[in-house]
């Protein structure tokens, strides 16, 4: 029952080590660590059957008791394979989590996963936003070359903002009777992006510049 709770979770003991207190910011958002006060959104996210069918998977069909407990034991026992975060607003929302799981550094690669579960934060850039930031520390905090992901064929919404963020399409996968596109980033593509940005960022602010030092005074 607890796999299928919680499906990242893919850690021995040997493999536990304590939280690292990432804190990620952007615009608009803050990746936080997760805690005990998460649940109750969670446990209302798992079993509401529209995020169920988004995530490929079935209703949670578990009391919220054991939920509960199972989420107090995942957040007190991190692994070293897999890491969980809450997406909060900056103003302090829960409206989704994020993940990165089978983290292999042998070959330098690891999947990722993201759920916005407040519907009210749909379709507004919170899930690309998310999706950005995740990308940058792990990249950053990890010797990554390549992280990937699987979502839905007819996800074309999700597929698009995936897309934004630097993966591309490479297969479409069959498991457990639904299809699957696989798509991957390298970190070779993920440094372009931050590079173009960086540029662009640096032209808008010397235009700025430009244009206060001619106003006249």
Not at 2 to 29: H, Q, T
Not at 143 to 164: D, G, M
Request: glycine share 6%; hydrophobic share 35%; charged share 30%.
């Amino acid at each position: 029952m607890f796999k299928k709770a919680f499906p990242w979770s893919r850690r021995s003991p040997e493999e536990e080590s304590e939280c690292d207190g990432v804190l990620i910011s952007g615009p608009r958002i803050v990746l936080r660590e997760k805690k005990i006060e998460d649940v109750k959104d969670d446990y209302a996210w798992r079993t509401d059957p529209e995020l169920a069918e988004l995530d490929a998977t079935r209703p949670l069909n578990m009391a919220y008791e054991d939920f509960a407990r199972y989420s107090k034991e995942e957040i007190s026992l991190p692994g070293i394979r897999s890491k969980r975060l809450a997406v909060d607003t900056v103003e302090g929302r829960h409206i989704g989590n994020c993940m990165f799981y089978d983290i292999d550094l042998r070959s330098g690669e690891a999947e990722l996963g993201i759920m916005i579960g407040d519907k009210a934060y749909w379709s507004q850039g919170y899930g690309t936003e998310t999706v950005g930031l995740l990308l940058d520390h792990m990249f950053t905090a990890y010797a990554l070359k390549r992280v990937y992901l699987h979502t839905l064929t007819w996800n074309k919404r999700a597929q698009n903002s995936f897309q934004k963020s630097g993966f591309q399409g490479v297969r479409e996968v069959r498991r457990s009777g639904l299809d699957f596109l696989n798509m991957e980033v390298w970190r070779h593509e993920w440094e372009a992006m931050r590079n173009a940005s960086a540029d662009e960022d640096q032209t808008s602010n010397d235009i700025s510049s430009s244009e206060n030092s001619n106003s006249p005074s």
